[in-house]
C-alpha cells in the first residue's frame, strides 16, 4: 500500500493552487452574479425541503425536518457536543463529545438512544464521516503527534492510520461510491483540499485555501467547502472533486462555513452569522433561494443533511 508521503510534490498538482486562487477570487466571476445572490442576511421562502438535518445548538446535537420545523434535541450531555455525522442508512449519528478539551467519538441511535464511545485516549479524536457502505468511520487524530486522517470500524476498533504527510491533515470526507476520501492538508498558502484513495494511497489536489471546518462531497461529484476570504470572511464554494475551477456561492460579509448536501445533489445546508447570529441555512446548489431554518438566540450551526 502506497501512504501518502510528505510534502506532496507539485508538479502532481498542475498548477492547481494558482488555478484554485484566481477562479475563487473577490470577483467570483464562476459563481452566480451578484444580483443573482442574495443580500447579507436576506433569506427566502421558496426552496422545497425534505428530510432531516441533524444540527448543533449551544454544545447538544438536535434534529429538525429540512425545511426548520419539528426541532428535537437528542444529546443532554454536560458536556460540549458537536459535528454529527449521519449513517448511510440514517439509522445512527456519529459526533464528537469534548472531556475538558480532549474530544472523543460516539455514536448514538437517530432518536438519541443508545449512546456510544467508539474511541478512548488522550489525543483529539474528531470529525467523524461514515463510509458510504457503513461499516467504517473515518476521522481526524493527533493520536500519533500530528493530525492525520484515520479509519476504524463503525462499531469502533480496527483502527487504521491512512496518511502519513507530517502535516495537519483534518476534515475527512467519503466519495460516494466509498472508493475515495477527501480531507483538508497544510499547504503553502494555508489548508488545501486533496483527495485520496480510501485506502490512503497517493490521490490529487483538489483545491487551495480552504478552511479545515467540514467538507462535504455531493453525489453529483463535487465537494462543498469555506473559503476565507478576509478574517472573518468565509463563503461556501465548491468544485469537481477530480479538480477545476472553484465556484464561490455565498458573497457577504458573513462568517458561512460546513456546508452539507442534500442527498440529491440539489441543495446545501449550512452554517451563517449573517443576521448577526449563528444559524442554519439551506440553498440551491448554485447560492440562490437563500433560506434561514433556524431563528433564535441560541448558536445553531454544523448542520448534516440526513443521506
Same mark, same amino acid.
Given at each position: 500500500?502506497?501512504?501518502?508521503? %510528505?510534502?506532496?510534490?507539485?508538479?502532481? $498538482?498542475?498548477?492547481?493552487?494558482?488555478? %484554485?486562487?484566481?477562479?475563487?477570487?473577490?470577483?467570483?466571476?464562476?459563481?452566480?452574479?451578484?444580483?443573482?445572490?442574495?443580500?447579507?442576511?436576506?433569506?427566502?421562502?421558496?426552496?422545497?425541503?425534505?428530510?432531516?438535518?441533524?444540527?448543533?445548538?449551544?454544545?447538544?446535537? $438536535?434534529?429538525?425536518?429540512?425545511?426548520?420545523?419539528?426541532?428535537?434535541?437528542?444529546?443532554?450531555? /454536560?458536556?460540549?457536543?458537536?459535528?454529527?455525522?449521519?449513517?448511510?442508512?440514517?439509522?445512527?449519528?456519529?459526533?464528537?463529545?469534548?472531556?475538558?478539551?480532549?474530544?472523543?467519538? +460516539?455514536?448514538?441511535?437517530? *432518536?438519541?438512544?443508545?449512546?456510544?464511545?467508539?474511541?478512548?485516549?488522550?489525543?483529539?479524536?474528531?470529525?467523524?464521516?461514515?463510509?458510504?457502505?457503513?461499516?467504517?468511520?473515518? +476521522?481526524?487524530?493527533?493520536?500519533?503527534?500530528?493530525?492525520?486522517? @484515520?479509519?476504524?470500524?463503525?462499531?469502533?476498533?480496527?483502527?487504521?492510520?491512512? /496518511?502519513?504527510?507530517?502535516?495537519?491533515?483534518?476534515?475527512?470526507?467519503?466519495?460516494?461510491?466509498?472508493?475515495?476520501?477527501?480531507? /483538508?492538508?497544510?499547504?503553502? +498558502?494555508?489548508?488545501?483540499l486533496d483527495v485520496m484513495n480510501a485506502d490512503g494511497?497517493?490521490?490529487?489536489?483538489?483545491?487551495?485555501?480552504?478552511?479545515?471546518?467540514?467538507?462535504?462531497?455531493?453525489?453529483?461529484?463535487?465537494?462543498? +467547502?469555506?473559503?476565507?476570504?478576509? *478574517?472573518?470572511? @468565509?463563503?461556501?464554494?465548491?468544485?469537481?472533486?477530480?479538480?477545476?475551477?472553484?465556484?464561490?456561492?455565498?458573497?457577504?460579509?458573513?462568517?458561512?462555513? @460546513?456546508?452539507?448536501?442534500?442527498? *440529491?445533489?440539489?441543495?446545501?445546508?449550512?452554517?451563517? *452569522?449573517?443576521?448577526?447570529?449563528?444559524?442554519? $441555512?439551506?440553498?440551491?446548489? /448554485?447560492?440562490t433561494g437563500v433560506t434561514r431554518l433556524t431563528n433564535?438566540? %441560541?448558536?445553531?450551526?454544523?448542520?448534516?443533511?440526513?443521506?
Amino acid at each position: 500500500m502506497r501512504t501518502l508521503g %510528505a510534502a506532496p510534490a507539485r508538479h502532481l $498538482y498542475g498548477g492547481m493552487l494558482l488555478l %484554485a486562487m484566481l477562479a475563487c477570487n473577490g470577483s467570483d466571476s464562476t459563481g452566480p452574479t451578484a444580483a443573482g445572490r442574495p443580500s447579507p442576511g436576506a433569506v427566502s421562502n421558496s426552496l422545497s425541503l425534505t428530510g432531516r438535518i441533524a444540527f448543533v445548538r449551544n454544545g447538544q446535537v $438536535y434534529v429538525m425536518n429540512a425545511n426548520g420545523t419539528n426541532i428535537l434535541q437528542l444529546t443532554h450531555s /454536560t458536556a460540549v457536543n458537536e459535528t454529527p455525522a449521519w449513517a448511510p442508512d440514517g439509522s445512527k449519528i456519529a459526533f464528537v463529545r469534548s472531556f475538558s478539551g480532549n474530544r472523543e467519538i +460516539f455514536v448514538m441511535r437517530a *432518536d438519541g438512544t443508545g449512546v456510544t464511545r467508539l474511541t478512548s485516549n488522550p489525543a483529539d479524536d474528531a470529525a467523524p464521516a461514515w463510509s458510504p457502505g457503513g461499516s467504517k468511520i473515518a +476521522f481526524h487524530s493527533n493520536r500519533s503527534g500530528n493530525y492525520e486522517i @484515520y479509519v476504524m470500524n463503525s462499531s469502533g476498533g480496527g483502527v487504521l492510520q491512512l /496518511t502519513h504527510i507530517r502535516r495537519v491533515s483534518r476534515t475527512p470526507a467519503w466519495s460516494p461510491d466509498g472508493t475515495k476520501i477527501a480531507f /483538508t492538508t497544510t499547504g503553502a +498558502f494555508g489548508f488545501d483540499l486533496d483527495v485520496m484513495n480510501a485506502d490512503g494511497s497517493l490521490g490529487h489536489r483538489v483545491a487551495a485555501v480552504v478552511i479545515p471546518l467540514s467538507l462535504s462531497w455531493g453525489h453529483t461529484g463535487k465537494i462543498a +467547502f469555506a473559503r476565507r476570504f478576509s *478574517d472573518p470572511h @468565509y463563503e461556501i464554494c465548491v468544485v469537481p472533486a477530480s479538480g477545476g475551477a472553484v465556484t464561490r456561492l455565498t458573497n457577504n460579509a458573513a462568517t458561512d462555513s @460546513y456546508p452539507s448536501w442534500s442527498p *440529491d445533489g440539489s441543495k446545501i445546508a449550512f452554517q451563517s *452569522d449573517r443576521a448577526g447570529n449563528f444559524e442554519v $441555512y439551506a440553498m440551491t446548489a /448554485t447560492g440562490t433561494g437563500v433560506t434561514r431554518l433556524t431563528n433564535n438566540a %441560541a448558536v445553531d450551526g454544523q448542520p448534516a443533511w440526513q443521506p
